[in-house]
């Protein structure tokens, strides 16, 4: 039947892709949209800037606080969190005004148990958990040798967690009085059989 029908055939299916074309071509346009008056365009003038609230001053201004705690929460945070914190910390800290020595007396930088350092100061970064951003907090705090570390007592560890900010805790978390005692008596092998490589 195809045999004696083929010129019909190949005419139908021409008349069928060029319909199927002509669909597809006018049915993916978009519908043309005719644009319709709205509220502004009845007469009304257009929008005026009130320039007096723009130039006003605040109605309030909010001072913020000169010191923010960390959460409860914040020793059990590793990682970036602790960096980002820190990293607020210290912007909330440089926008804070510096008290006069008449305003308030001068914080006590290193626990009072730790020696005052003598000579170079050690790598602090070998102990584990001690980090760039601790590194230099505890330098500020004073503390740069082994021995410092390792003479801390339990109070020590308290009153220190209270200028670590985010970082409170940690110091006793990672057993950073034992790593120094081992780093500073020089006893690698005991160092590296406990704590890993370094």
């Not at 006018?26 to 320039?51: F, I, S």
């Not at 005004?97 to 626990?111: C, F, I, Q, S």
């Not at 009085?177 to 005991?190: F, H, I, N, R, Y």
């Amino acid at each position: 039947m195809v045999e004696a029908n083929w010129l019909i055939f190949i005419a139908a299916l021409l008349v069928g892709i060029a319909v199927a074309y002509w669909l597809f071509v006018h049915g993916t346009k978009p519908p043309r949209r005719d644009r319709r008056p709205d509220v502004l365009d009845e007469g009304a003038a257009p929008a005026q800037r009130n320039q007096a609230l723009i130039d006003a001053a605040p109605a309030a201004q909010v001072d913020a606080p000169i010191h923010i705690d960390p959460p409860a929460m914040a020793g059990t945070m590793a990682g970036i969190g602790e960096v980002i914190a820190v990293a607020a910390q210290e912007e909330v800290d440089n926008l804070a005004p510096t008290p006069t020595p008449a305003d308030e007396p001068a914080p006590e930088l290193v626990p009072a148990a730790a020696p005052a350092p003598a000579g170079e100061a050690d790598d602090l970064r070998k102990i584990k958990g001690l980090g760039p951003k601790m590194l230099t907090l505890l330098t500020s705090l004073g503390v740069t040798r082994y021995e410092q570390i390792a003479a801390w007592t339990d109070a020590d560890l308290d009153d220190l967690d209270t200028k670590l900010g985010s970082f409170a805790g940690r110091p006793r978390r990672d057993s950073w009085v034992e790593q120094a005692q081992l780093l500073a008596g020089g006893d690698t092998g005991a160092y590296e059989t406990k704590f890993g490589k370094l």
